[in-house]
């Protein structure tokens, strides 16, 4: 028997993300779906992106969108009229939220202040700048085209152009000592955004540090202990601040937390258009997974030619959604609720799981809601595993 009500997901909302697949280069450590090229038709990538938009308007009349983001690659590399001719075929598909989050993800060397001006009339409202790091040497490790100079202005521009502006870094980078990362990201808020997404480095299999990892090549790496050190001391610092994590990686002002990556965490609906791009959309009484043709040119090509032929449609079964909706749940400073994930699976979680955690400290709970605490956040898969593996039957 299906378990999960029509209506989970209006718990989160409706978002719509949208993958441009095209960088300048590609960094070493990176495992997203991007691609280098020299010449990009923009007009026929336009066409395809608002293909899709009108293929899946279809299947989702009457909903109201509460956020679009712009990920890959490399967005901030679209021209201004393909921005503004999405935006447009988005606002003639679906009824917009009032507080509708836009955002477009933008590396600091292909920050222009006219382009951003341009993307800022079309509609786009909140803008992720990719920093990585504040240290010349390590911006040049990781494989970044800009500068720290580079980096600085174009937080000035976002922030002159944009009312919500991100900034990502990573730490645990090659011979980073806490002291250093201490100092990095105090100069890091002292920009001022009102979110901040700081990333552990990890080691991906298939990139190029994957590969000089496997040949013992990546040399500097932090001990265990030295990278537990630094979450922890990330956590004091955004916290003292007034940024506290509302996730893992994620920290905000209260009221400046990213709402299309809530979407994603709450276990909302949304629509992903592009190559590679992942989506989650309930349509009738089932939830599907879909996932897009990796390939730019093979995606670019038979959206064209046959819209939606480039999508893969998986249905979701009870415990595949009762699974995800518990793995992003518990990533979030919130937690997660024990009735609605009794509602997704058919099913509890194990009385006798929760207490073992609770006894551990890697949980806390009040009344019908489950949290991980500092220390349980990175024992996350550990944690999932022995709640997951024990269920009783729902009453």
Known sequence: MDAQPYEDWRHAGFGLYLHWPFCQSKCPYCDFNSHVATRIDQSRWLQAFESEIDRVGALTQGRILNSVFFGGGTPSLMEAATVQGILDRVRATWTLANDIEITLEANPGSVEAARFDAYAKAGVNRVSLGIQSLDAEDLRRLGRIHSVDEAAKAIAIAQSTFDRVSIDLIYARQNQTLAAWRDELNRALDFGTSHLSLYQLTIEDGTVFGQMHAKNLLRGLPEEDLSADMFELTQEITRAAGLPAYEVSNHARPGDESRHNLIYWRMGDYAGIGPGAHGRLTLGLTRFATEAERQP????????????????????????????????????????????????????????????????????????????TETGVMMLNGILRALLANRQSAS
């Open 297 to 372: 040119t093979p995606w670019l090509n038979r959206t064209i030619t046959h819209p939606g032929s480039a999508e893969t449609t998986d249905r979701l079964s009870a415990e595949d959604r009762a699974s995800e909706y518990l793995m992003f749940a518990l990533r979030l400073k919130e937690g997660a609720s024990l009735s609605r994930f009794a509602a997704l699976s058919g099913a509890s979680l194990s009385d006798l799981a929760l207490a073992e955690m609770k006894g551990l400290g890697f949980l806390t709970q009040d009344a019908d809601r489950i949290s991980t």
